[in-house]
């Protein structure tokens, strides 16, 4: 497992003195949680349906929680209440999990959090439809914050933000495809990608808690920052997964890289890093029709030689220290330094 630095100096970059916040304060995150997890459940319960059925086998059991859990310490940091955005939040997660079944669609991957993955489970039709109604369901929600309190020109602005946020993924969904095809190794461009594919959100979830909280601009500007460097750090984080961890912890196959032929930074960097012959096992490796399994076995030595692996999670320390840098313009506060923490989570996570 990734472990972010420890040392003082390295803490110090981090722009923060300590790297995990008091007891207290992970037990109220985890609260958060498990607040999102019963209003999660009670909102597909409460439907009846075939479609609200698979929406709610979509949504559990719930992951990290990160997007939303961002959104209301962004809401917190303002000095809003976790209640004023907790529609938000619960629409940020369903936002979340659309993207999952649509991915899974794209890349025809069987398993999700460890189970069927919707579109294995009943068919690809109801897990596009399933995935359009949990979008639909992010900005019902977001109109719902107008009954906690939350100025309509705020949930106006902060639905604004959501769109472009979902502008920006469609456009690194695209943009990685079309790196895929071309059989393109440009570090700056997965980089591009993974700042529009998955930066968006996390961008989204942070300012839209910002927004709805009512911070200035000043506020809004710099947990955005926060957000996108965050989501940046932890898409490469993601992509080295296959590598550091195993399906048992992350429930989703550590083929699908390989089989779909996907550029994931450890592989453009270790292309950089070595010699000819690497580049040719890489290349191979990342072919269409090859056996995954060979593929990803070969591909992990190449990366663990050449040193790719340890300058790809530097990268995403890089990225981690940049979000947390945008932070230091809010007041100390216990929220800020949760949102620390939650960054520390995706640089070392296992799943």
Request: hydrophobic letters at 40%.
């Amino acid at each position: 497992m990734v472990k972010v630095p420890t040392s003082p100096e390295d803490q110090h970059a981090l722009g923060r003195g300590a790297v995990l916040p008091r007891d207290g304060q992970r037990d109220l995150l985890e609260r958060h949680r498990m607040r999102l997890t019963f209003e999660l459940e009670n909102r597909w319960y409460a439907e009846e349906g075939a479609l609200n059925a698979i929406c709610q086998y979509a949504l559990e059991p719930t992951g990290k929680m990160l997007r939303p859990m961002l959104l209301i310490e962004s809401a917190i940091a303002v000095g809003a209440q976790p209640a004023d955005v907790l529609p938000a939040a619960v629409g940020a997660e369903c936002g979340h999990v659309a993207s999952l079944i649509h991915d899974d669609i794209i890349d025809n991957d069987d398993v999700r959090r460890g189970k069927p993955s919707v579109q294995r489970a009943y068919g690809v039709d109801a897990a596009i439809v399933a995935g359009d109604m949990l979008i639909f369901d992010l900005f019902a929600n977001l109109a719902e914050c107008r009954w906690t309190g939350v100025p309509d020109s705020r949930i106006v602005t902060a639905m604004k933000a959501v769109a472009q946020a979902g502008i920006d993924l469609c456009q690194g969904q695209f943009l990685e495809s079309q790196l895929c095809e071309a059989g393109d190794f440009d570090a700056d461009a997965y980089l591009r990608m993974a700042d529009l594919k998955t930066g968006a959100f996390f961008r989204a979830a942070c300012e839209i808690g910002a927004i709805l909280g009512g911070g200035g601009d000043e506020s809004v500007g710099a947990l955005s920052t926060y957000g996108k460097n965050l989501g940046s750090a932890f898409q490469i984080r993601d992509d080295l997964l296959p590598f550091t961890s195993d399906f048992r912890h992350t429930g989703k196959p550590d083929t699908s890289d390989v089989r779909n032929g996907r550029l994931i930074l450890p592989a453009i960097l270790a292309r950089r890093l070595g010699n000819a012959r690497d580049r040719n096992l890489i290349e191979k490796s990342l072919s269409a029709g090859g056996d995954a399994t060979q593929g990803l076995k070969t591909l992990k030595d190449v990366v663990e030689r050449t040193g790719a692996l340890t300058e790809a999670v530097e990268m995403a320390r890089n990225r981690a220290r940049t979000a947390l840098g945008a932070l230091t313009v809010l007041p100390h506060s216990e929220s800020r330094e949760r949102l620390g923490y939650l960054a520390d989570l995706a640089v070392e996570r296992d799943r």
